[in-house]
């Protein structure tokens, strides 16, 4: 059993630099992916909005699914 426990500590720990290397890489990527978001234009007030789409008039009759 003690055999067993010390094989899998020993592994764990040998795998532990890998781990953290890519531990690194995943948030070295998400401040760039948030860095790229934020410097992003974003959409002013003061575009120009399509207009709303009009309610069918009650005399329509609604369209038959195919």
Do not use: F
Not at 4 to 9: G, I, P, Q
Not at 20 to 44: C, F, I, M, N, Y
Not at 51 to 57: K, T, V
């Amino acid at each position: 059993m003690a055999s067993v426990t010390r094989y899998v500590l020993k592994d764990t720990l040998d795998q532990l630099p890998d781990m953290l290397h890519s531990v690194g890489q995943v948030r070295k990527a998400w401040k760039q992916l948030t860095k790229a978001s934020d410097e992003a234009p974003q959409a002013e007030d003061t575009e120009e909005r399509p207009p709303p789409l009009a309610p069918p008039a009650d005399d329509e009759e609604p369209p038959l699914a195919a």
